[in-house]
């Protein structure tokens, strides 16, 4: 992908044509004020039996079949982080993984918000806020909300079997 910087920003464009980021089997990485937009087909940021730590960081403008930020056996952390504007999936999907957000922002995806497949989400001061699917969405999963705002979604939360515990949220 292309890198640039921007405004003490940098800037990784995966051009629709390749993954902005992927973290592969075994490895971890942490990125801090960084802008992950336009994903392939797939996914615009992937961590598969990776680790991610995401800081101050924009996934964005993407139009993924199956989310902005996809988790497969790994595990991703947000802080103060934006996952907005995906067309065609979640803003995160993870299955058999783990997500972590603290004090993130998860807006207007054409799909869920976080799509949770067993395995575990937990959420601190988070707003997941005018996504066309379910805010959370969770089959087999462990969801645990804290000070959150979920909202203006076109459902508030989804669980078919897991748990799902909510408090002050």
Known sequence: PDFTVQSGRSVVDGEAARRALAVACGTSATMEDFVFRNGDSFFCVEVGEGALVLERCSVEDNSCLFGSVRVFRGSVLLRD?????????????????????????????????????????????????????????????????????????????????????????
């Open 81 to 169: 982080s934006t996952v907005r504007n995906n067309q065609g999936g979640a803003g995160i999907e993870c299955h058999f993984g783990s997500v972590t957000l603290e004090r993130c922002s998860v807006l207007d995806h054409s799909a869920q918000g976080l799509g949770l497949e067993s395995g575990s989400a937990n959420a601190s001061a988070t707003v997941v806020r005018g996504n066309g699917g379910p805010g959370i969405d969770s089959f087999d999963g462990d969801v645990v909300l804290h000070d959150c705002t979920i909202e203006g979604n076109s459902g508030g939360l989804l669980n078919f079997t897991g748990t799902m515990h909510v408090e002050r949220s």
